[in-house]
């Protein structure tokens, strides 16, 4: 399950920030050890030793990371953990990751896309989908999304589109 990604380093003592793709998860905040992989390779398991909020961030220290240099060839590695490490959901919740690559469609059957990335706004997420050459911002309301919101991770995503929401 991807959380986040590794995208530059922090200082000279081999922390790294991690771009958390939902900054309010508390996942990486409670395991010990993170696959850390880049795409279409084999996760690599490393042992967190450290770990720090920075501003829309995490600061990152891993073992045998010790330097700047140490911590170069791990930039750009996503972040991930096995599912049985995650946290359980309260009622009524969903991981981003579950949402990813989804298939959404109106109630009436119009395909729009597929779920790209999801942007915390605050007061609710949003979804970011692409198909067809068009990008929908679909926000995640239960007046919008009337199914596809369990945790399974399978099935489309069925929206009732607000008026305007799919406008060009």
């Known amino acids: 399950m991807d959380l986040g990604k590794l995208v530059r380093r922090h200082g000279v003592r081999g922390e790294i920030r991690m771009l958390p793709y939902n900054p309010e998860s508390p996942a990486v905040l409670a395991v010990d050890e993170v696959a850390l992989y880049a795409e279409g390779a084999l996760p690599r398991w ?10 829309n961030f995490l600061l990152l220290r891993f073992e045998g990371v010790e330097s700047a240099e140490a911590a170069d060839p791990l930039i750009g590695s996503h972040v991930g953990l096995r599912r ?7 009622e009524g919740e969903i991981y981003h990751c579950d949402l990813i690559g989804r298939a959404v469609a109106t109630e009436d059957g119009a395909a729009l896309g597929v779920v790209r ?3 915390p706004t605050g007061s609710n997420d949003v979804l970011v989908v692409r198909g067809d050459g068009r990008e929908y911002l679909i926000p995640w309301i239960d007046d919008v999304v009337v199914a596809g919101d369990q945790a399974d991770g399978d099935g489309e995503i069925v929206i009732r589109p607000l008026p305007g929401l799919l406008d060009p």
């Not at 490393?46 to 501003?55: A, E, F, L, N």
């Not at 049985?84 to 309260?90: M, R, S, T, V, Y």
């Open 84 to 90: 049985e490490q995650l946290p359980a959901l309260d």
């Open 46 to 55: 490393m042992r967190i030793t450290g770990r720090r909020p920075h501003k």
């Open 117 to 119: 990335e999801i942007l």
